[in-house]
């Protein structure tokens, strides 16, 4: 049986309780959240809820921020990681179908 928290990115966690667990302000949050570098679900109510992945990832901006970046610069190089992952499996299906060889199925 899957539970909740067994899924990374079940939304389960409030913004005081990211905020108690990483040591940051919720503001903080709410700042992520308005520049797009972590978008996180929303409850039926609108309240912000985080999955264990944003929590990860906010832990990534906390480190950043202190080796001096701004977070629209952290959101262009997650916006750049994104890109290179969805490239590298366009190229791995390639190369897999070329494998393959002529006429093969795909």
Do not use: C, K, W
Not at 12 to 40: E, I, K, N, W, Y
Not at 54 to 60: D, K, L, V
């Amino acid at each position: 049986m899957n539970l909740p928290f067994d899924d990374e990115h079940a939304a389960l966690f409030t913004v005081g309780q990211v905020a108690q667990m990483l040591d940051v302000q919720q503001a903080f949050l709410r700042r992520v959240d308005d520049h797009r570098v972590v978008s996180p679900q929303r409850s039926t109510g609108g309240q912000r809820r985080y999955s264990r992945h944003e929590i990860g990832r906010i832990q990534e901006v906390v480190s950043m921020m202190g080796e001096g970046m701004t977070l629209p610069a952290i959101r262009r190089i997650f916006e750049l990681q994104h890109e290179v992952a969805e490239l590298t499996r366009e190229r791995d299906e390639l190369a897999r179908r070329l494998a393959a060889g002529p006429g093969s199925a795909t």
